[in-house]
Antibody
Framework: QVQLQELGPGLVKPSETLSLTCTVS????????WNWIRQPPGKGLEWIGY???????DYNPSLESRVTISADTSKNQFSLKLTSVTAVDTAIYYC?????????????????WGKGTTVTVSS | SYELTQPPSVSVSPGQTASITCSGD??????ACWYQQKPGQSPILVIY???KRPSGIPERFSGSNSGNTATLTISGTQAMDEADYYC?????????FGGGTKLTVL
């Protein structure tokens, strides 16, 4: 079955760039929507964005100016870059597979999630 | 931007029915899904496309969506159902989560 694993540094300094990679096994990233979601300590889920269709992206408007999500189909991986981080970016970061469809009304759900990786922003 | 509102907490006695609501403008015109998250674990999809259950999700989990409100219903609630639950919808190429509801099984 499809499995996702997040990798990246657990500690990032303020003002620097957070970089994470999600490796997908058991399925190809050339289909579906590949998402990043984060969860600050003790708080709810926040969608960051996704990549699909070999490079197209959509982002959370509140983060769009700082976020880049890209895919490397040769490695079956997709990545997150978040620039100019501050303490409020401290969170568990999850990657997840998404499915979208419909005609007049669109559905979207995320059916496979990674275990998450904790990123702390601190000097 | 689109917003989804959930009650912060819901309590239920074992064996009873728990209902968790998710409100949003004309949410019934969109599709809602629901995730369960237990402490220290990743979220798990329990309902998608308003009413569908993924493979492996018990039949006691069901969903509905009409008007401005989507509802997750857990019939015969068990202690293992104690968790945080999040609704989610898609609007204008953006994925939106509700704030989450902590379900306590007393």
């Amino acid at each position: 079955q499809v499995q996702l694993q997040e990798l990246g540094p657990g500690l990032v300094k303020p003002s620097e760039t957070l970089s994470l990679t999600c490796t997908v096994s058991g399925g190809s990233i050339t289909t579906y929507y590949w998402n990043w979601i984060r969860q600050p300590p003790g708080k709810g889920l926040e969608w960051i964005g996704y990549t699909y269709n070999n490079g197209s992206t959509d982002y959370n408007p509140s983060l769009e100016s700082r976020v880049t999500i890209s895919a490397d189909t040769s490695k079956n991986q997709f990545s997150l870059k978040l620039t100019s981080v501050t303490a409020v970016d401290t969170a568990i970061y999850y990657c997840a597979r998404g499915a979208r469809g419909g005609n007049l009304y669109y559905y979207f759900y995320m059916d496979v999630w990674g275990k998450g990786t904790t990123v702390t922003v601190s000097s | 931007s689109y917003e989804l509102t959930q009650p912060p907490s819901v309590s239920v006695s074992p064996g009873q029915t728990a209902s968790i609501t998710c409100s949003g403008d004309k949410l019934g015109d969109k599709f809602a899904c629901w995730y369960q998250q237990k402490p220290g674990q990743s979220p798990i999809l329990v309902i998608y496309q308003d009413t569908k259950r993924p493979s492996g999700i018990p039949e006691r989990f069901s969903g509905s969506n009409s008007g401005n409100t989507a509802t997750l219903t857990i019939s015969g609630t068990q202690a293992m159902d104690e968790a945080d639950y999040y609704c989610q919808a898609w609007d204008s190429s953006t994925v939106v989560f509700g704030g989450g509801t902590k379900l306590t099984v007393l």
